[in-house]
């Protein structure tokens, strides 16, 4: 299997040489072309002037040959030209446009540029208010990136800055409702989203239930969304890439910033190293509403404990023009509960190395360690009266992987290729029960996996108006012992547990089942004019493992398994078209676009009727495979710049499942199918206010899906619910809508300090919404109301004789909630 990937590798790598002369000749020439033929190179990294950051995807373009290149994940940049004299343009959102001229004569030429702020101009720069429409002119379709510092305009609960909730606002996202945790793209469920930190994977992203994220934003560089047209060099999930890269440090100068809110403060501190050729950041933050709230608490709830708390650190050194290192690290936990609680968190260790073989071959080589897991315990507190009774139990999650991944820059071809291994260490339970002294401990046996993956994709510039991306990634995967297998009985009706017929037994490294799968992932833009395009994409993706939750949102409790040889990995093919168009003053100030997809889901796994999912040594027979199918409509309008800006976006979509067994085998729609979702976000700068910005938010969506009864019987006084036509999700909950307000108050800047502080005063739910997260049924017992009789012209008192049942609407937040915080930076 080794040689037969290899092969692939060789053969990919031949077919994606630019077609202009033989697959074997491309093949030697890029390693050894006559001098006089060989292009020359344009090279070097492009940061921020003011903090000495790597700045992700700006534009570096060749007028006079209109080509160009793009900034990779760390800011080195490759334009393969031929000898001559050259106007170099490099734009970016937010920043200065820059112009350059520079001349290759016999050799190659580094250019390291730094790039200021919009409003701050360089020395012997052009500097013009123009910006590439990169919206219309990258290749990239069903991808969105938030800005830093839009994010920290958007109104957020309790006034903090939240990466999760933000992304929420943006077309395809959604989320079940507050109080869960995680986010939906395109129908898919939270499992089916790579979360990525500096490159390793977070299992959990929420904080507090889904209230807040992971993602400290005073930590956070860069945030990017992809939901189709996915690069072969991604993979391992089905529905969508979050990209989240964290900054490197000030490498100018020191740099503290904070802020203090109601719920929970935060500090973060950076500073250059070794006269700065390195630099580092560390950030922290810690809630205290359980320390605030203790002199208001019950005997019951008196030393409750509920609150989170999260560390991250990033360093940087530069060896020397050609390497850099990196190591970055996470590590957050929450705690919650009374007598019983139960906590989780996060753990990541990532190193990198980059190192640039010439000026036309960038290598990054990341390894990362992963790890999260979660614990429940019968007595939190630690009671004295509960000593020697206790019940807890733990489960995690461990990942190691290794990743080298290649850049090779070749004038109107970008080729990049690469791989990874991740070995998967499942831990699906262990628990410990005292009583009385006596100690027992039982649980399920560690599963592990290990995943290997190849990748080679191209992006080509085939002419002015047609750009290709393409690629082909191999994934394959091996479920491995030491552990145990088990054969279940296929003479079971549909619907109901399989009970185990045979039990193997296997040895560490011994392999147990293999899956193996071709990813092939195609990109396509044509330009229809200087302002609009027409895009096309194309990708399939396998996931390995997978999230088991039937409840309504997931929570941190869930359980994690790999593909066995019961459970099959997951699939999914998903195709998508749009129009993209910028338009306004200078053909720049608005930004629309309009996407269609389709996306087929394979082996969706789902549950028979009262399946336990907690060490259940035997869960693989209570499981189900379905297929899955989520389609719509994505509208987006953004204005960029001008004293009102913001944007706009509304989703159509459908997102069903299809399982044998469930539903009288019929179609029905997924727990997290939206049907209507739209939200605005509106941004405005008074310019009579200097020192005052507002923003709000308004978010409207379709209610979820939820399975109610259809009929009751009565027995003794007590109400049974049944579903008598055995629907699952046959009723919707009423639709969500939420509007949100916040205003800044810059604080007064003094020439001679270097304090920056601001006051954000927010308000969530500004009308007090009580938006339901659920909805469930209670027994009402008989009782007596006075009405008027219009007959008898008389109040009557009337007796209810029989049980009644009622619907009860849960909302988690049932009113308005302002706040206020206060950040500075030193």
């Given at each position: 299997?080794?040689?037969?990937?290899?092969?692939?590798?060789?053969?990919?790598?031949?077919?994606?040489?630019?077609?202009?002369?033989?697959?074997?000749?491309?093949?030697?020439?890029?390693?050894?072309?006559?001098?006089?033929?060989?292009?020359?190179?344009?090279?070097?990294?492009?940061?921020?002037?003011?903090?000495?950051?790597?700045?992700?995807?700006?534009?570096?373009?060749?007028?006079?040959?209109?080509?160009?290149?793009?900034?990779?994940?760390?800011?080195?940049?490759?334009?393969?030209?031929?000898?001559?004299?050259?106007?170099?343009?490099?734009?970016?959102?937010?920043?200065?446009?820059?112009?350059?001229?520079?001349?290759?004569?016999?050799?190659?030429?580094?250019?390291?540029?730094?790039?200021?702020?919009?409003?701050?101009?360089?020395?012997?720069?052009?500097?013009?208010?123009?910006?590439?429409?990169?919206?219309?002119?990258?290749?990239?379709?069903?991808?969105?990136?938030?800005?830093?510092?839009?994010?920290?305009?958007?109104?957020?609960?309790?006034?903090?800055?939240?990466?999760?909730?933000?992304?929420?606002?943006?077309?395809?996202?959604?989320?079940?409702?507050?109080?869960?945790?995680?986010?939906?793209?395109?129908?898919?469920?939270?499992?089916?989203?790579?979360?990525?930190?500096?490159?390793?994977?977070?299992?959990?992203?929420?904080?507090?239930?889904?209230?807040?994220?992971?993602?400290?934003?005073?930590?956070?560089?860069?945030?990017?969304?992809?939901?189709?047209?996915?690069?072969?060099?991604?993979?391992?999930?089905?529905?969508?890439?979050?990209?989240?890269?964290?900054?490197?440090?000030?490498?100018?100068?020191?740099?503290?910033?904070?802020?203090?809110?109601?719920?929970?403060?935060?500090?973060?501190?950076?500073?250059?190293?070794?006269?700065?050729?390195?630099?580092?950041?560390?950030?922290?933050?810690?809630?205290?509403?359980?320390?605030?709230?203790?002199?208001?608490?019950?005997?019951?709830?008196?030393?409750?404990?509920?609150?989170?708390?999260?560390?991250?650190?990033?360093?940087?050194?530069?060896?020397?023009?050609?390497?850099?290192?990196?190591?970055?690290?996470?590590?957050?936990?929450?705690?919650?509960?009374?007598?019983?609680?139960?906590?989780?968190?996060?753990?990541?260790?990532?190193?990198?190395?980059?190192?640039?073989?010439?000026?036309?071959?960038?290598?990054?080589?990341?390894?990362?360690?992963?790890?999260?897991?979660?614990?429940?315990?019968?007595?939190?507190?630690?009671?004295?009266?509960?000593?020697?009774?206790?019940?807890?139990?733990?489960?995690?999650?461990?990942?190691?992987?290794?990743?080298?991944?290649?850049?090779?820059?070749l004038g109107k071809s970008t080729i990049t290729f690469g791989g990874q291994s991740i070995l998967h260490d499942f831990q699906p339970g262990t628990a410990t029960?005292?009583?009385?002294?006596?100690?027992?401990?039982?649980?399920?046996?560690?599963?592990?996996?290990?995943?290997?993956?190849?990748?080679?994709?191209?992006?080509?510039?085939?002419?002015?108006?047609?750009?290709?991306?393409?690629?082909?990634?191999?994934?394959?995967?091996?479920?491995?012992?030491?552990?145990?297998?088990?054969?279940?009985?296929?003479?079971?009706?549909?619907?109901?547990?399989?009970?185990?017929?045979?039990?193997?037994?296997?040895?560490?490294?011994?392999?147990?089942?293999?899956?193996?799968?071709?990813?092939?992932?195609?990109?396509?833009?044509?330009?229809?004019?200087?302002?609009?395009?027409?895009?096309?994409?194309?990708?399939?993706?396998?996931?390995?493992?997978?999230?088991?939750?039937?409840?309504?949102?997931?929570?941190?409790?869930?359980?994690?398994?790999?593909?066995?040889?019961?459970?099959?990995?997951?699939?999914?093919?998903?195709?998508?078209?749009?129009?993209?168009?910028?338009?306004?003053?200078?053909?720049?100030?608005?930004?629309?676009?309009?996407?269609?997809?389709?996306?087929?889901?394979?082996?969706?796994?789902?549950?028979v009727d009262g399946a336990n999912l907690i060490l259940n040594k035997y869960l693989e027979g209570d499981l189900l495979s379905g297929r899955g199918r989520t389609?719509?409509?994505?509208?987006?309008?953004?204005?960029?710049?001008?004293?009102?800006?913001?944007?706009?976006?509304?989703?159509?979509?459908?997102?069903?499942?299809?399982?044998?067994?469930?539903?009288?085998?019929?179609?029905?729609?997924?727990?997290?199918?939206?049907?209507?979702?739209?939200?605005?976000?509106?941004?405005?700068?008074?310019?009579?206010?200097?020192?005052?910005?507002?923003?709000?938010?308004?978010?409207?969506?379709?209610?979820?899906?939820?399975?109610?009864?259809?009929?009751?019987?009565?027995?003794?006084?007590?109400?049974?619910?049944?579903?008598?036509?055995?629907?699952?999700?046959?009723?919707?909950?009423?639709?969500?809508?939420?509007?949100?307000?916040?205003?800044?108050?810059?604080?007064?800047?003094?020439?001679?300090?270097?304090?920056?502080?601001?006051?954000?005063?927010?308000?969530?739910?500004?009308?007090?919404?009580?938006?339901?997260?659920?909805?469930?049924?209670?027994?009402?017992?008989?009782?007596?109301?006075?009405?008027?009789?219009?007959?008898?012209?008389?109040?009557?008192?009337?007796?209810?004789?029989?049980?009644?049942?009622?619907?009860?609407?849960?909302?988690?937040?049932?009113?308005?909630?302002?706040?206020?915080?206060?950040?500075?930076?030193?």
């Amino acid at each position: 299997m080794k040689q037969f990937s290899s092969y692939v590798l060789l053969l990919g790598l031949a077919f994606l040489l630019p077609p202009t002369q033989t697959k074997a000749q491309s093949a030697q020439n890029v390693l050894n072309r006559p001098a006089q033929q060989e292009k020359l190179t344009i090279s070097g990294y492009i940061k921020d002037a003011a903090n000495g950051e790597g700045l992700i995807g700006v534009s570096v373009y060749v007028k006079e040959l209109g080509t160009g290149a793009v900034t990779n994940n760390y800011g080195f940049y490759a334009v393969p030209v031929p000898a001559g004299s050259y106007n170099l343009v490099i734009t970016y959102v937010g920043y200065e446009k820059l112009t350059r001229t520079v001349t290759l004569a016999d050799k190659n030429v580094r250019l390291d540029l730094e790039l200021s702020e919009e409003g701050k101009q360089l020395q012997e720069v052009v500097v013009s208010a123009d910006r590439e429409d990169d919206n219309v002119k990258k290749i990239e379709m069903s991808v969105n990136k938030i800005d830093v510092k839009t994010l920290q305009r958007i109104p957020a609960l309790l006034g903090e800055v939240d990466v999760i909730r933000s992304i929420q606002l943006l077309p395809g996202v959604s989320t079940v409702g507050e109080g869960a945790t995680g986010f939906n793209v395109r129908g898919g469920s939270i499992d089916q989203n790579l979360v990525l930190l500096d490159e390793a994977p977070i299992y959990n992203s929420s904080h507090l239930f889904g209230f807040f994220s992971v993602f400290n934003p005073d930590a956070v560089k860069d945030v990017k969304l992809v939901k189709g047209g996915i690069p072969a060099l991604y993979g391992g999930r089905v529905s969508s890439i979050l990209d989240v890269r964290l900054k490197e440090g000030n490498a100018k100068k020191p740099e503290l910033n904070g802020g203090i809110g109601l719920i929970f403060s935060r500090l973060s501190y950076e500073r250059p190293l070794f006269k700065g050729r390195g630099s580092f950041i560390v950030a922290g933050r810690r809630s205290y509403a359980d320390i605030l709230a203790q002199p208001f608490l019950n005997n019951d709830l008196r030393g409750a404990k509920f609150y989170f708390y999260d560390l991250t650190a990033k360093a940087n050194y530069r060896i020397n023009d050609k390497n850099t290192v990196f190591l970055s690290g996470y590590f957050g936990r929450d705690v919650f509960g009374a007598d019983f609680g139960f906590n989780w968190g996060n753990a990541t260790v990532s190193a990198r190395w980059n190192h640039v073989f010439s000026d036309k071959l960038f290598l990054n080589t990341t390894a990362y360690y992963s790890n999260y897991d979660y614990s429940l315990d019968s007595d939190l507190k630690r009671r004295p009266e509960n000593a020697g009774d206790y019940f807890r139990t733990k489960s995690r999650i461990v990942n190691y992987s290794i990743k080298p991944d290649f850049t090779l820059f070749l004038g109107k071809s970008t080729i990049t290729f690469g791989g990874q291994s991740i070995l998967h260490d499942f831990q699906p339970g262990t628990a410990t029960a005292a009583s009385a002294g006596r100690v027992v401990t039982f649980g399920l046996e560690s599963k592990y996996g290990l995943e290997n993956a190849l990748y080679i994709g191209n992006e080509q510039q085939v002419s002015k108006k047609i750009q290709l991306q393409y690629g082909l990634r191999y994934s394959l995967y091996n479920y491995i012992g030491p552990g145990e297998a088990y054969d279940f009985s296929t003479d079971v009706p549909l619907g109901f547990s399989r009970p185990p017929v045979a039990t193997r037994t296997y040895q560490r490294g011994e392999n147990i089942q293999t899956y193996g799968n071709f990813e092939p992932r195609f990109s396509a833009k044509y330009e229809l004019s200087n302002n609009s395009s027409l895009k096309l994409s194309y990708n399939r993706l396998a996931q390995y493992i997978h999230l088991v939750s039937n409840t309504t949102a997931s929570t941190p409790l869930d359980v994690w398994t790999p593909s066995t040889n019961n459970i099959k990995p997951q699939i999914a093919d998903q195709i998508a078209g749009g129009y993209f168009k910028n338009f306004g003053k200078n053909g720049t100030e608005f930004e629309a676009s309009v996407e269609l997809y389709y996306k087929w889901l394979q082996n969706q796994i789902d549950y028979v009727d009262g399946a336990n999912l907690i060490l259940n040594k035997y869960l693989e027979g209570d499981l189900l495979s379905g297929r899955g199918r989520t389609y719509g409509a994505e509208f987006y309008l953004k204005r960029n710049r001008g004293t009102v800006n913001g944007w706009v976006s509304y989703t159509l979509a459908r997102t069903e499942r299809l399982v044998d067994g469930i539903n009288n085998s019929n179609w029905f729609p997924a727990r997290f199918d939206r049907r209507h979702n739209l939200t605005t976000v509106l941004l405005f700068d008074p310019p009579q206010a200097k020192r005052w910005n507002f923003s709000a938010t308004f978010t409207l969506a379709s209610g979820t899906p939820a399975t109610f009864p259809t009929n009751r019987f009565e027995f003794g006084g007590f109400v049974v619910p049944q579903n008598a036509e055995n629907a699952r999700n046959n009723y919707r909950i009423p639709a969500y809508h939420r509007l949100d307000l916040a205003a800044t108050l810059q604080g007064r800047r003094r020439p001679s300090k270097r304090k920056e502080d601001n006051w954000v005063f927010s308000v969530y739910n500004v009308y007090g919404r009580k938006n339901p997260f659920s909805v469930f049924f209670r027994q009402v017992e008989p009782s007596q109301a006075t009405v008027f009789d219009q007959l008898a012209d008389r109040y009557v008192t009337t007796v209810t004789q029989s049980t009644r049942t009622e619907a009860v609407r849960y909302s988690v937040f049932a009113t308005l909630i302002p706040s206020v915080t206060y950040n500075f930076k030193f």
